[in-house]
C-alpha cells in the first residue's frame, strides 16, 4: 500500500486578519498545511519556529508594516527556493508576473478556481479527479 503524501506547507502573509483567516482555511480545505503571518517578520519567525520549508509563498502585495511584497517574497526566498504567488488589490503593484522574480501575480479579488488552478500549476495541490 502507498504512503499517503504529505500535504504541503504554504506561508501566508496578509495583513487583514480577515483575508488571512478566509486564505488559510481555504487552503487547509484543499488540503495544505498553513503558516499564517500578517508580516514578514512573523513568517519568519513561525518559520524558524517550525523548522520546515515552506513549498509555497502566498503573500498580498501592500503590507502597512514594511516592505512591500515583493520584498517579503525575496527575504523568504533568502532563506527558502520555494515558488511564490503575490496576490494584490493595488493599482501600484506590478502590472505583469515578475518571470526573473519568479513568482505569480493575481489581482483581488481572487476567484477561487483561480487560486486552486494555480496552486496546482505550483505542483502544491493535485488536480482535481
Known amino acids: ?12 502573509i496578509e495583513d487583514d486578519p480577515l483575508v488571512l483567516e478566509a486564505t488559510g482555511g481555504l487552503l487547509r480545505s484543499w488540503g495544505c498545511r498553513v503558516v499564517a503571518a500578517e508580516s514578514c517578520e512573523e ?13 509555497l509563498i502566498v503573500c498580498d502585495y501592500r503590507l502597512p508594516k514594511g516592505p512591500t511584497g515583493v520584498d517579503a517574497i525575496e527575504t523568504l ?37 483561480t487560486f486552486r488552478a494555480v496552486l496546482v500549476d505550483a505542483s502544491v495541490l493535485q488536480p482535481k479527479g
Open 77 to 113: 526566498r533568502d532563506a527558502f527556493e520555494i515558488p511564490a504567488l503575490l496576490i494584490s488589490g493595488d493599482a501600484a503593484s506590478p502590472t505583469s508576473d515578475d518571470s526573473a522574480g519568479g513568482y505569480r501575480l493575481l489581482y483581488k479579488p481572487v476567484n477561487a478556481e
Open 43 to 55: 513568517a519568519m519567525k513561525k518559520l524558524s519556529a517550525i523548522g520546515q520549508r515552506p513549498d
Open 1 to 12: 500500500m502507498k504512503a499517503p503524501r504529505a500535504s504541503k506547507l504554504v506561508v501566508v
